[in-house]
């Protein structure tokens, strides 16, 4: 069974930055892709960006975030990393990590294995 676990949200002002962390267990295959997303109270959950294994291609779908969020991965720990600086308001939501055996842009639901979700708050 795959498990994806999540840390490094928090609470931070307009203009700061964060980095979250998914590391994933459980499976075996080094062909496998971890998605970040986001939800916002209201509103639907919402692709960010995907990471491929091994190629390490990457993928960012959502357009608010481009130039300012940038995901990456540690082969040697099985963890994926989401930087994200010149934070928002509109930023705030609960983000999650997902496995699928490769990436999509297709929505949440083609992601298979969840993690719990980290709670990033932005302040204006």
């Known amino acids: 069974e795959v498990q994806l676990v999540e840390f490094g949200g928090g609470s931070v002002q307009a203009g700061g930055s964060l980095t979250l962390s998914c590391t994933a267990s459980?499976?075996?295959?080094?062909?496998?892709?971890i998605g970040w997303f986001r939800q916002a109270p209201g509103k639907e959950r919402e692709t960010i960006s995907c990471?491929?294994?091994?190629?390490?291609?990457?993928?960012t779908y959502l357009e608010s975030v481009k130039g300012r969020f940038s995901i990456s991965r540690d082969k040697s720990n099985r963890t994926v990393y989401l930087f994200m600086s010149n934070l928002e308001p509109e930023d705030t939501g609960v983000y999650y990590c997902?496995?699928?055996?490769?990436?999509?842009?297709?929505?949440?639901?083609?992601?298979?294995?969840w993690g719990q979700g980290t709670q990033v708050t932005v302040s204006s």
């Open positions: 990471i491929a294994s091994p190629t390490n291609s990457s993928f």
């Open positions: 997902a496995w699928r055996y490769a990436c999509s842009g297709a929505g949440p639901r083609v992601y298979e294995s």
């Open positions: 459980g499976f075996t295959s080094g062909d496998y892709a």
